[in-house]
């Protein structure tokens, strides 16, 4: 049974930080697992992604310097480490898994998790 579980969610006030953990399991290979987001009347939007082969990491612009991506090949699992967090970050956050296809593109990615939700107060 495929699954992925993410973890870590909450609330947290603006300038601070939340680390995301994602779970996998039942997943045949897959090259690469990402976060994205969705806030409330809004689409999904990438967040990051990591290619498990070669620790490749991509970042949303609205991200970089804040965001971090990491993974564990031999866990299957993959994390977020979020600083400096902004009212705008709040949304629900999703870890999904890609065999292949263009990193950023939701239709590339055909296992996903539930979605934790983090919320940033001002």
């Known amino acids: 049974q495929v699954q992925l579980v993410e973890f870590g969610g909450g609330l947290v006030q603006a300038g601070g930080s939340l680390r995301l953990s994602c779970a996998a399991s039942g997943l045949p290979w897959f090259d690469a697992m990402a976060w994205f987001r969705q806030a409330p009347g809004k689409e999904r939007e990438f967040v990051a992604a990591i290619i498990r082969t070669t620790g490749t990491t991509y970042y949303a612009d609205f991200v970089k310097g804040r965001f971090t991506i990491s993974s564990d090949n031999a866990k299957n699992t993959v994390a977020l480490q979020m600083n400096s967090l902004k009212p705008e970050d709040t949304a629900v956050y999703y870890c999904?898994?890609?065999?292949?296809?263009?990193?950023?593109?939701?239709?590339?990615?055909?296992?996903w998790g539930e979605g934790t939700q983090v919320t940033v107060s001002s």
């Open positions: 999904a898994a890609r065999q292949s296809g263009l990193y950023s593109s939701q239709s590339n990615y055909p296992y």
